[in-house]
């Protein structure tokens, strides 16, 4: 079965980096875009980053962009999620997704696999 794993989630410092990353099984990564998403206390799943097929396409919520880097190893399996200059206001659990297409969505209900989620605090 597809198995998303994610790790590197933790507490940093306002200012501080963490770098996400998703590791993939079951399916047939090299033709799946990816995604990062996060969710909040009391708020909808939102949209971070995605990443085409390739990793020649890239897109971010304008809130990261600048401080967030998606790319992928294929030949790993996984995908990472860079983030330097954390803010506050960035704390949620962050969730990787794989869709069964090769170019990137935007949206929650465009990916079909999710993995379990890490928790990224950032203290103020």
Do not use: H
């Not at 708020?43 to 097929?53: D, Q």
């Not at 020649?56 to 860079?82: C, E, H, M, P, W």
């Amino acid at each position: 079965q597809v198995q998303l794993v994610e790790s590197g989630g933790g507490l940093v410092q306002a200012g501080g980096s963490l770098r996400l990353s998703c590791a993939a099984s079951g399916l047939s990564f090299s033709s799946c875009a990816m995604g990062w998403f996060r969710q909040a206390p009391g708020k909808e799943r939102e949209f971070v980053a995605a990443i085409n097929w390739s990793g020649t396409s890239t897109d971010y919520v304008d809130s990261v962009k600048g401080r967030f880097t998606i790319s992928r190893d294929n030949a790993k399996n996984t995908v990472f999620l860079q983030m330097n200059s954390l803010k506050p206001e960035d704390t949620a659990v962050y969730y990787c997704a794989a869709r069964g297409g090769i170019e990137l969505r935007t949206r929650p209900y465009e990916y079909d696999y999710w993995g379990q989620g890490t928790q990224v605090t950032v203290s103020s």
